[in-house]
């Protein structure tokens, strides 16, 4: 779903894993349906209830962590989690700094929505987070990208009249549209699946969780995962 500005990554200290007795999920909690915190204060959405169903099939004691988005891949390198689970859609960039396992969704829509309808997005002022797949592919467009810390900004923006049109996964625009004033623009495919990222030394580690991605994507509860947190991109 993203793709990260990877200068500051290139720069971030390695790590090693050793077979730890609990493994740090690193995720953003601020993207809906994908994660975000619940009222109890804890990470809640797909991610985290595929995140606990791995861990369980890969026999592991796992823990959530919470990143900002713009760092969390350096942070990742840096040794302060084991892994990302965070919306993060495969990229090519992506995988020069990081090692993916297989993707547990397909790919799926990113959308552009607007306020109004008629609006040609290629020649319009456009939110997007900063360091997303989103972001780069409005970048190349030739629309004037202004970027934001967060997905909640983006729309913020748009609404405010900041910027004409918000594009993000359709995933997380879906209710958003259906609630609010806004209306789709149009879809794009970007990036190849989403999938967990791991420092490129941790083969036996992001091993275990693509056994069990493939195990998940086997018997159909992968399937019925992402029916329930009505998410595209079903196998």
């Not at 390695?14 to 109890?40: C, H, K, Q, V, W």
């Not at 595929?50 to 990742?76: F, H, M, Q, Y």
């Amino acid at each position: 779903m993203k793709s990260l500005l990877l200068a500051s990554a290139a720069l971030a200290l390695s790590a090693t894993f050793a077979m730890a007795d609990t493994i740090r999920l690193g995720t953003e909690g601020g993207y809906p349906p994908y994660n975000f915190i619940n009222d109890a204060g804890e990470v809640d959405g797909f991610e985290r209830e595929l995140g606990d169903e791995l861990c369980k099939r890969a026999e592991l004691t796992c823990e959530w962590v919470t990143n900002d988005w713009d760092s969390i891949i350096p942070n990742l390198l840096s040794g302060n989690y084991d892994a990302i689970i965070a919306g993060m859609s495969i990229t090519d960039e992506r995988k020069e700094v990081v090692a993916f396992t297989e993707g547990y969704t397909l790919p799926s829509p990113s959308a552009y929505a607007a306020m109004s309808e008629g609006l040609d997005v290629n020649a319009s002022v456009v939110a997007a987070q900063s360091g997303t797949i989103q972001a780069a592919h409005v970048a190349e467009s030739g629309a004037t990208l202004v970027e934001f810390p967060t997905p909640d900004e983006t729309i913020a923006a748009v609404n405010s009249g900041e910027v004409d049109v918000v594009m993000a996964d359709k995933d997380f625009l879906a209710p958003i549209v259906e609630e609010t004033d806004l209306v789709f623009l149009g879809d794009v495919y970007l990036g190849g699946g989403i999938g967990m990222a791991f420092r490129q030394s941790d083969d036996e580690l992001r091993g275990k969780f693509d056994a069990a991605i493939a195990s998940m994507k086997e018997d159909g509860t992968l399937n019925e995962m992402l029916d329930k947190w009505e998410i595209e991109g079903k196998f």
